[in-house]
């Protein structure tokens, strides 16, 4: 993907243009909501009028919050399902007719999608449907060559990790890892980038798991 040119896209301004200026001059950062369609709307019309088409459109927008069954409110279903899924659907239907032949169309999925977790039930849930997403996607975009599959991470050191575990949390959770390390969000970019090439040309429907084995053994 040399010489590409990026839109990220993101609710807080000051972090997009932070971004986009360590990108540099093949990048841009468009301020947008993914729950609200009108300002999807706005970010496709302005992707459409300065480059007219779309190759590749990663779906990255989730969010996780953790309430165990008899604590979970309609606010916290509403709020993980408005991102994840809702956020995640409009996102690739306004952006499908940008997507020509060849074009390569990636969710982010999470291995709790695949497992049962602690109170995390409405998040995996919402990764559940993200992948059958892709399972039925698959489907409707039969015969236009435009490809969509998920990368699904493991436990991956970021930022909002941090904050959501305590120290003795994230010892444990790598203790579950058969690779004994938490991932690195540049081993999650690599396979993000490998579906996006043309290494990848005979994928579609697929799960690909970054996952250091957390969630096949």
Same mark, same amino acid.
């Given at each position: 993907?040399?010489?590409?040119?990026?839109?990220?896209?993101?609710?807080?301004?000051?972090?997009?243009?932070?971004?986009?200026?360590?990108?540099?001059?093949?990048?841009?950062?468009?301020?947008?909501?993914?729950?609200?369609?009108?300002?999807?709307?706005?970010?496709?019309?302005?992707?459409?009028?300065?480059?007219?088409?779309?190759?590749?459109?990663?779906?990255?927008?989730?969010?996780?919050?953790?309430?165990?069954?008899?604590?979970?409110?309609?606010?916290?279903?509403?709020?993980?399902?408005?991102?994840?899924?809702?956020?995640?659907?409009?996102?690739?239907?306004? =952006?499908?007719?940008?997507?020509?032949?060849?074009?390569?169309?990636?969710?982010?999925?999470?291995?709790?999608?695949?497992?049962?977790?602690? =109170?995390?039930?409405?998040?995996?849930?919402?990764?559940?449907?993200?992948?059958?997403?892709?399972?039925?996607?698959?489907?409707?975009?039969?015969?236009?060559?435009?490809?969509?599959?998920?990368?699904?991470?493991?436990?991956?050191?970021?930022?909002?990790?941090?904050?959501?575990?305590?120290?003795?949390?994230?010892?444990?959770?790598?203790?579950?890892?058969?690779?004994?390390?938490?991932?690195?969000?540049?081993?999650?970019?690599?396979?993000? =980038?490998?579906? =996006?090439?043309?290494?990848?040309?005979?994928?579609?429907?697929?799960?690909?798991?970054?996952?250091?084995?957390?969630?096949?053994?």
């Amino acid at each position: 993907m040399t010489g590409a040119f990026v839109f990220i896209v993101g609710r807080r301004l000051d972090v997009l243009e932070n971004a986009a200026e360590a990108l540099g001059s093949n990048a841009r950062g468009l301020q947008a909501d993914v729950t609200k369609p009108e300002e999807l709307d706005r970010l496709f019309e302005t992707v459409q009028k300065e480059k007219g088409r779309l190759d590749v459109l990663v779906a990255n927008a989730g969010v996780g919050e953790f309430a165990s069954l008899g604590q979970i409110t309609e606010e916290h279903y509403d709020y993980i399902f408005d991102i994840n899924v809702k956020g995640t659907l409009f996102t690739v239907q306004k =952006a499908l007719p940008l997507m020509t032949n060849g074009g390569s169309i990636i969710l982010t999925g999470s291995t709790v999608g695949s497992m049962g977790t602690p =109170a995390m039930s409405i998040y995996s849930a919402s990764k559940a449907a993200v992948r059958n997403l892709v399972r039925s996607w698959a489907h409707d975009l039969w015969g236009t060559g435009i490809r969509v599959n998920v990368m699904s991470p493991g436990p991956t050191k970021t930022d909002k990790l941090m904050e959501l575990l305590p120290s003795e949390a994230l010892g444990e959770m790598k203790r579950t890892v058969p690779l004994e390390r938490l991932g690195d969000a540049k081993e999650t970019a690599g396979a993000v =980038a490998f579906l =996006a090439s043309e290494g990848s040309t005979f994928m579609t429907g697929s799960e690909m798991f970054v996952d250091g084995g957390y969630a096949q053994v």
